[in-house]
């Protein structure tokens, strides 16, 4: 059962970086609703406000959580910026709740496959806005192959 979760693990993730794909699964009527329940053992909500809600759930029921608005490799610097104003306004909302969470977030999807110059300013940004509220930001890195860099060491 395991290798079963795994690729359709792995089946979601790939969907979720075909931007064509998506934009036309998350419009199917047919598509969207199944993909939908097969993917929320793995999230807390399609919207912040349900993430918060499912976080705190988990929370009072002694689980540590961490929240991510999902995405990654985000086509353009505008997206880019949308994407750090929602992870911005996550990091509010967790210290306006009062919920003891960390925020997690992949370099690609607030730019570094867009800039390198708009990722930094953009995770210096929520950096600030994290230490300014007391959340932690957890920062996922991918390997070379998803970025085109290569780790220096």
């Excluded at 910026?81 to 992870?87: I, Q």
Aim: glycine share 6%.
């Amino acid at each position: 059962m395991m290798e079963m979760e795994k690729r359709a693990a792995d089946a979601l993730k790939s969907i979720a970086r075909n931007q064509q794909l998506k934009a036309y699964l998350s419009q199917s009527e047919v598509m969207y609703p199944v993909l939908l329940q097969a993917a929320k053992r793995f999230i807390a909500g399609e919207t912040r406000e349900e993430g918060i809600q499912q976080s705190k759930l988990l929370a009072s029921r002694g689980y540590r959580v961490s929240i991510e608005y999902i995405g990654e490799n985000t086509p353009s610097a505008e997206d880019c910026v949308k994407a750090r104003e929602e992870f911005a306004a996550l990091i509010k909302e967790i210290a306006r709740e009062s919920l003891e969470a960390a925020v997690c977030l992949d370099l690609s999807h607030i730019g570094l496959t867009v800039d390198r110059g708009l990722a930094a300013d953009n995770i210096n940004i929520l950096a600030k806005e994290g230490r300014e509220h007391g959340i932690s930001i957890m920062v996922s890195w991918r390997p070379k192959c998803c970025t085109g860099l290569r780790q220096k060491g």
